[in-house]
Structure formats: structure tokens, C-alpha cells
């Protein structure tokens, strides 16, 4: 598994500063967030040619780019996003579906879309994942295996996210066995309880909290994983450059250490 960071935690800081801190943490890999109103390190008004001295940056800190964190569930900014990340060779773009969990009509809604949104990825070279998000149409095992059931498509797969799992009251290691090559790429964190709203910064810390985080890995190892597994901890804004880099190297530290005992 792929070890990486989302430059999402260091959204109080330019793409520059993310990039140097997440590799001085010992990571090789990175993810970019191009969330709107969050943390747009990788940006739709920068165009391709921004997208590429972004590139460049990565390359240039020593660091591998596996995805872009896009968060968007409108078609036309996905198409830029997919548009950037094709410029800088990355292939998964991240989404939620949208909608609301346990409201069909709306189910069935952000379903068709998600069938539109995997579209524009494939026309762009890119892959779509879609996390399983607490408060949306698609949240847990169940409705993640059903939006793959039903849209057979090859530019679709899941964002498999441990803390929104358990926050939906599922036990993250089963979800991994259910979802098995389904999932393409994961969003790594913690959590202090199945509380729905996600906790401060520090709760999300892998080891910090209550989520099995070695079975859930081991359980990913079973499936034969071999993807990103990028931390992503949001709510870290406000946070000065020494609390989130410590946030960074106290997860790779961990998440390393075991993957390591998993042999």
C-alpha cells in the first residue's frame, strides 16, 4: 500500500509548503486537494499550465501524486478538475455522490449522476472514486455495493474511508472484505466515536482513536489492496505549520510501522 498525505491538512498554508512538509514527514506519496471553499491547492483557475508547475513541484519535493481530492458532485468543475489532474498524469479523482442517506427518491438521483460524473472521468483518462460519505445518498457497505451493482461502469470504483464507515456503524475491516477490488483508493483517518460529525483534527489521527485500525489494514491486505492509503484530515486550517506536520509524521510513523507487521 501506498503511503501518502492529503495536502488537505495543511490548507492554511500555499501548495509549496504543503508538498515540503508532507515529504520532510517521510512520505512518498501525496494526494492534492481541489476541494471549492477548503483547500484548493490544485486549482480550476490555474489552468494546465498552473496544473503542470504544480506537477513539477511534486516532482520536485520527491513526492508521487496518486490522486486529486475533488469533492464536487457537478459535472462541469469535475471536467476541470479531471482536466488538471489528466495534465499531471494523475488518474483518481475523488468525489462524494451527494444527496441524502436514507431518501430513495434522492438515492436514486445521485446514482444517475454519479453515472454522468464517471463519464466525464473516462473522457478525461482519469478514474472516478466516490467515498462512502456520512449525510449522503451513498454512506456505507450497503449503498456502495449497490451504486456499483447497478452502474457497471469502468472508470468507476470506491474511496474506501474508515471513519465515515464506522461513523455509519459499520466495522471497517467487514467493509473492506465486502467492497474487495471495488475499492481503488482510500482516504486514511481516525475517529473518537460513531458520533456522525467528524471530530477535531487530533481525533482523526490513526491510532488515536476507536476505529481497529490494524484489522482494518490487515483486512485491506486480504483483499490484495495495493492502492493509496492518503491521510486525510480536515479542520486543520487554523492550524500553525509545526501542529499539522506533526499530525503528518505521527500518522506515517504509525500507518509504517504497521504495514510493517503485516509482513
Known amino acids: 500500500m501506498k503511503l501518502g498525505c492529503n495536502t488537505v491538512l495543511f490548507a492554511g498554508f500555499d501548495v509549496q509548503e504543503a508538498l515540503d512538509q508532507i515529504a520532510f514527514a517521510g512520505y512518498e506519496y501525496v494526494e492534492l486537494a481541489a476541494i471549492k471553499g477548503m483547500c484548493e491547492h490544485l486549482s480550476v483557475d490555474q489552468g494546465t499550465r498552473g496544473a503542470e508547475e504544480v506537477g513539477k513541484r511534486v516532482e520536485a519535493a520527491g513526492l508521487t501524486a496518486t490522486a486529486v481530492e475533488a469533492a464536487t458532485t457537478d459535472p462541469e468543475r469535475l471536467a476541470r478538475v479531471c482536466e488538471l489532474a489528466a495534465a499531471i498524469g494523475i488518474d483518481i479523482v475523488n468525489v462524494g455522490s451527494g444527496g441524502k442517506s436514507g431518501d430513495e427518491e434522492s438515492t436514486k438521483e445521485a446514482i444517475a449522476n454519479v453515472v454522468r460524473l464517471a463519464d466525464v472521468a473516462r473522457d478525461h483518462g482519469c478514474r472516478l472514486a466516490v467515498k462512502p460519505h456520512v449525510g449522503q445518498a451513498i454512506f456505507d457497505a450497503a449503498t456502495a455495493l449497490r451504486l456499483t451493482a447497478e452502474v457497471d461502469h469502468p472508470a468507476l470504483g470506491l474511496n474506501f474511508d474508515p471513519s465515515h464507515l464506522y461513523r455509519a456503524d459499520e466495522d471497517p475491516d467487514d467493509v473492506a472484505r465486502q467492497w474487495g477490488s471495488r475499492i481503488i483508493t482510500s482516504h ?19 491510532g488515536r482513536g476507536t476505529v481497529d485500525i490494524p484489522a482494518t489494514l490487515r483486512a485491506l491486505a486480504e483483499v490484495g489492496y495495493a492502492g493509496p492509503l492518503n491521510l486525510e484530515v480536515i479542520g486543520a486550517a487554523s492550524y500553525t505549520l ?19 507487521e503485516l509482513g
Open 188 to 206: 486514511f483517518r481516525d475517529c473518537a466515536s460513531r458520533e456522525r460529525q467528524v471530530g477535531p483534527p487530533p481525533t482523526q489521527v490513526p
Open 242 to 260: 509545526p501542529q499539522a506536520t506533526s499530525i503528518a509524521a505521527e500518522t506515517r510513523g504509525y500507518l509504517n510501522r504497521c504495514l510493517q
